[in-house]
């Protein structure tokens, strides 16, 4: 198949026969979730799923995977309106679903740190592969930021005690750790990480596609009435805690590189 027609300014899509590779491609930034990333990571999935290939790997270029909110965004955010949090929060969650309920196999094969959102977006693909340098972690609590939007998503994935664990303390955790909680599949070298991704698609590829696709719309309806309604719970709490001084505190406190002076409102 020939290469993507749309021209993407934060990630590639490119084809190798029937698999698709889409990079996260702002080395500089490490990778980290802007707005347009969010509507160009939309632009690339619909593009994949109207094409012929069945698997689709999502991976990043440079160091790490993706570390995050964009720093500019962050900035932005804590001059928002209500109204102008609770849209950018509900296209947070939307990005997540959509990586999360898409109708063909996807591969995360996570080359470095993924961070927050990107630690979001690392998990929530049908395999999750990690080079052994590989970083994951739900850091929000750590900015006066809160968890919501992946928390529903995480109970489902490690359970609860682990996802606590994870969401209150914000720690970092490594590839080895990440599979020992089931957020990973398997750690491979760095320098293999691409070719083990290849492979897997290729063994995924000698199933029925028809299977594929019946096995995913299946579990897909057995998840999307609960995340459904929690979904709307998260993307409320992610746009209120947005209005605290606690969160244009810890927001700047990060910008800034110093310690946040937490007040609690």
Known sequence: MSQHRHHYATL???????????????????????????????????????????????T??????????DLDNLREITKHTEEENLADSG??????RALYDFPKVTIAAVNGAAIAGGCGLATLCDFTLASAEAKFGYTEVRIGFVPAIVSAFLLRQVGEKQARDLLLTGRIIDAEEAYRLGLVNEVVPAENLLARARERAETLLTNSPAS??????????????????????????????????DFREGVNAFLEKRKPNWTGR
């Open 12 to 58: 590639t899509l490119a084809y190798d026969g029937p698999i698709a590779t889409v990079t996260l491609n702002r080395p500089d930034k490490r990778n980290a979730i802007s707005y347009e990333l969010i509507e160009e990571l939309h632009h690339a999935l619909h593009e994949v799923q109207k094409s012929p290939a069945p698997i689709v790997i999502l």
């Open 60 to 69: 990043g270029a440079g160091a790490a995977f993706c570390s995050g909110m």
């Open 91 to 96: 296209r947070m969650a939307h990005m997540f």
């Open 212 to 245: 594929l696709l019946a096995a995913k719309r299946l579990l897909k309806a057995y998840s999307h009435v609960e995340l459904d309604r929690q979904i709307v719970a998260a993307v409320d709490e992610n746009a209120r805690i947005r209005t605290t001084d």
